[in-house]
């Protein structure tokens, strides 16, 4: 009984351990700016650095760098489990969407706390 529900809790968490990925040239996200952000083309990853400095409205942000600002989506459960605010600097990750009527969001995919 002991081994089955070590072997079962082992199953649940093992793809919650840390993920081998390729480092190598061409695995860096060509965008890092917001401003890069609301003009990249569908599916482009990105990694923003700066400040979410206002809640716009349900899951969406106004994220702040040193090229501008822009709005980001972010679902609740992304969001670091502590508190922060405006002044916290933040690395965000994901992509870019581009629905079908032309429209762009930045969707993120992790928030980091940097502070």
């Known amino acids: 009984m002991k081994k089955t529900v070590i072997a079962a809790l ?3 968490l093992a793809p919650l351990a840390a993920h ?4 190598g040239p061409g695995s860096a996200p060509a965008v890092r700016t917001i401003t890069q952000a609301q003009a990249a083309a ?4 990105f990694v923003l650095e700066g400040r979410l400095v206002k809640k716009l409205g349900h899951e969406r942000y106004l994220f ?3 090229s501008g600002e822009g709005e980001v989506e972010i679902d609740d459960k992304r969001l670091p489990g502590v508190t922060f ?7 965000l990750s994901g992509k870019v969407d581009k629905a ?3 429209t762009r969001e ?3 995919k992790r928030v ?3 502070d």
Do not use: H, N
């Open 10 to 12: 082992f199953a649940a």
């Open 20 to 23: 081998a990925a390729y480092q």
């Open 42 to 45: 569908d599916d482009a990853a």
């Open 64 to 66: 702040a760098d040193a």
């Open 85 to 91: 605010d405006d002044k916290a600097l933040v690395r």
């Open 100 to 102: 079908w009527y032309g």
């Open 106 to 108: 930045v969707e993120v």
């Open 112 to 114: 980091e706390l940097l």
